[in-house]
């Protein structure tokens, strides 16, 4: 009611969406105490004949989900949890087998977005040689998708009969998931110029007039040496979401500004997982879960968390590793 209150728009909007983050929780708040106040009072209702055990029943199951999920949403309180996501997944050791995983990952996590309603959004984009996915970086637009996908980053190992193998072999193979918060322009993070180099190249895939005529995807070289530990840094950022040059490079710089700032909570968090400082290699040892399709199962070796769906996971159902990781870190 401030009758000056959209004399600055920016300010005015950053405004609205802590009121609307507030009267989330609130409202949330509210629908789990009406829930469990009705559980509350459904011995008497079956005592009265007004309801059934199985009522009752359903009403402490209802409850019991709301509390959880509004428990799960608690521990997202990090600065950088409500935040959008940035993931980049990678093919590692098994040749063709491992280029058709990280497009199975990369179907994986867009069926998961698509259920939760987070749109996504494909940055840039490396075709295998013969089949599946090189590399690929998407962007996942809405709030707290950082703070349930960070659960992803690591090395990801499936094991099964393969299809490219003429004796229908069992294989193993590995693709690694980067999952970094996506930044807006309220986050200030310093970029120094001089450590920046462009160069452009030709987009790939099919379709479009510019599409292996014009120079207009763009990757960015930033290298830095860190004051504090002394270690040498290197980002190697590609998109060519668009047809314009220059706004591929602005995305290029938007990826960057997001990497620096994971760097900057991994070095304030002294944590020895550093999204991007990681030298774990893409291969045996170094995995977070592994999907075994022929014994039906999938184990995340971090929490214990394990199922027999191997489908269901591999259609999006990851929301029980992700609670099972938020809830033990």
Known sequence: ?????????????????????IKSWVESFDKVKKCVDEAMLMPEFIVEGLASESDAEAAYRE???????????????GEEDKMGAIIDINAGAGGTEALDWASM????????CEAHNYKVKMLDFQEGD???VKSCTMEVEGEFAYGYLKSENGVHRLVRLSPFNANNKRQ????SVAVTPAVDDSIEVVVNPANIEWE????????????????????LRYHFKDE????????????????SQLMNKENAMRIL???????????????????????????????????VLDDRRVKDHRTGFQTTDCDGVLDGDLDGFIKAYLMEN
């Open 1 to 21: 009611m401030e009758p000056n209150f959209w004399d600055n728009p920016e300010k005015a909007q950053e405004q609205l969406r802590k009121v609307a983050n």
């Open 63 to 77: 409850a019991e989900e709301l509390i959880e999920e509004l428990e799960l949403r608690n521990m997202l309180s």
């Open 105 to 112: 990952l990369l179907r994986m996590y867009t069926r998961w």
């Open 130 to 132: 013969e089949v599946g």
């Open 172 to 175: 193993t193979t590995f693709a």
């Open 200 to 219: 452009t190249f030709r987009s790939s895939g099919a379709g479009g007039q510019n599409v292996n005529k014009v120079e207009t995807a763009a990757r």
């Open 228 to 243: 504090q530990t002394g270690e040498e840094v290197s980002y190697i950022i590609e998109n060519q979401e668009t047809r």
């Open 257 to 291: 500004r997001s990497k620096l700032y994971q760097y900057e909570l991994d070095k304030r968090r002294a944590t020895q997982q550093a999204i991007e400082a990681d030298k774990k290699k893409i291969e045996w040892g170094s995995q977070i879960r592994s999907y």
